[in-house]
């Protein structure tokens, strides 16, 4: 896979799909620009290299049609404060009015195309749109991990118009850590697997099962594989209609040599609220008007036990519901138990993402993925089609 340092540039038109799909307050103001300054890098080196350059991304889900709150005006707004120059921000993303003021461009200049997905034709993988937009650029730069799981137009298609295509630096970072810790790891190689439901992590589970030496189980997914160990959970979230699945990932687990670790006891209450009544129980004891929102403290050692030793970790789903205070120790433990094991540290996932954050503690990571669906599709030993693309 060819990256932007590997061929010529300069005073080319590059048009660069990123992911500046930022979260935005009521008053259409950004809250979190790290999207943003994760293509920072790439948008630089195209810079010193004096090529023009073309911003491409969507932002929420306007299914198909312009919609002002959707607009890239703030994310085009704070490019231009973290560049200290000039942005321009097209009215489209195609059309003759598009075209005049690419054609208008000159080395050094930065223009943002209007939220891609106010067109239908983005997400429905049209050649047409496709071919638009390569119509704007003498090279395409994928540098949006977080989508090239997903076949649009401004990902897939493109790479069949544009004269060249190749990664960005993020995209080439994200692909190179996950082939260093499911590829050629260093061992022994453990995967933390939390979040609500087995159903979103089934294939991953099964695809780690073929590569992993530990998987250590945490949020409202263990409550499935508990039951399957004939484990009442009370009124726990559980996935009944896997639990035989389940019970069955267990058994291969087994058979493969693969250890696999499920919570001891859990904090619980009777209802997800903040300000509900906590308690800690083991996992054989608790009541039946209760359910599990965070492991509890005797599984959080237990964990930290695990990952000693650890050289390579994957973490994907955090350990309880960590948005509310009384649930969200198990998560936060388990962030410093990961950087205590000394291992290489791959986190990914949106809510894992956000909990590392929300520790103070990101930069003690070995790196944090900027993709959560694209993650998971890696770790179910998908190839993404955004990247493939790249590789015809």
């Known amino acids: 896979m060819k990256t932007i ?15 500046f799909n930022v979260p935005l307050d009521k008053q259409q ?16 080196y195209a810079l010193a290299q004096k090529a023009k350059i073309i911003v491409a991304s969507h932002l929420g889900r306007p299914k198909g049609k312009v919609s002002p709150e959707f607009s890239l005006k703030p994310a085009a707004e704070r490019l231009s404060v973290l560049l200290d120059q000039p942005v321009q921000l097209a009215g489209d993303c195609v059309g003759e009015s598009v075209e005049a003021m690419v054609a208008a461009m000159k080395p050094g200049d930065i223009v943002v195309l209007e939220n891609l997905r106010f067109h239908p034709e983005e997400e429905k993988n049209a050649d047409d749109f496709a071919k638009s937009l390569a119509g704007l650029c003498d090279v395409y730069v994928n540098d949006a991990f977080a989508v090239s799981h997903r076949a649009n137009a401004s990902v897939e298609a493109i790479t069949r118009f544009a ?18 810790a499911m590829t050629t790891p260093e061992r022994p190689l453990v995967a933390v697997i939390g979040g609500a439901k087995v159903s ?24 499935t594989f508990l039951r399957a160990m004939g484990i009442s959970t009370g009124k726990s979230l559980v996935e009944t209609d896997l639990i035989e699945t389940a019970g069955s990932i267990l058994k291969k687990a087994s058979e493969k ?30 009541p039946g008007d209760q359910m599990i929102l965070d492991i509890g403290p005797a599984t959080s050692l237990l964990y930290a036990e695990a990952l000693q ?27 410093n138990h990961v950087i205590a094991s000394g291992a290489i540290t791959i986190v990914g996932g949106g809510d894992t993402d956000a909990a590392v954050h929300r520790s103070g503690k990101a930069d003690r990571i070995s790196y944090i993925s900027t993709g959560g669906g694209a993650f998971l599709e890696l770790l179910e030993g998908k190839t993404l089609p955004g990247v493939a693309a790249l590789m015809r």
Not at 313 to 333: A, H, L, Q, R
Request: no cysteine; aromatic share 6%; net charge neutral.
């Open 163 to 180: 004269p060249q295509s190749v990664a960005g630096f993020l995209l080439k970072n994200e692909i190179d850590y996950f082939d260093k």
């Open 257 to 286: 040599g693969v250890k696999i670790y499920l919570p001891v006891d859990g904090i619980t209450a009777s209802q997800v609220e903040a300000t509900a009544a906590s308690t800690v129980f083991t996992v054989q004891e608790i």
């Open 200 to 223: 979103s992590k089934l294939a991953a589970l099964e695809n780690m099962l073929l590569h992993v030496d530990k998987i250590l189980i945490g949020g409202a997914m263990a409550n």
């Open 29 to 44: 103001r950004i809250t979190d620009d790290s999207r943003i300054q994760a293509v920072l890098p790439t948008l630089k």
């Open 5 to 19: 340092k590997d061929i010529a540039i300069a005073g080319k038109r590059l048009l660069i799909r990123v992911d």
């Open 309 to 335: 030793g650890a050289k390579t970790i994957v973490w994907n789903g955090p350990m309880g519901v960590f948005e509310m205070t009384p649930f969200s120790k198990g998560t936060f433990d388990m962030v």
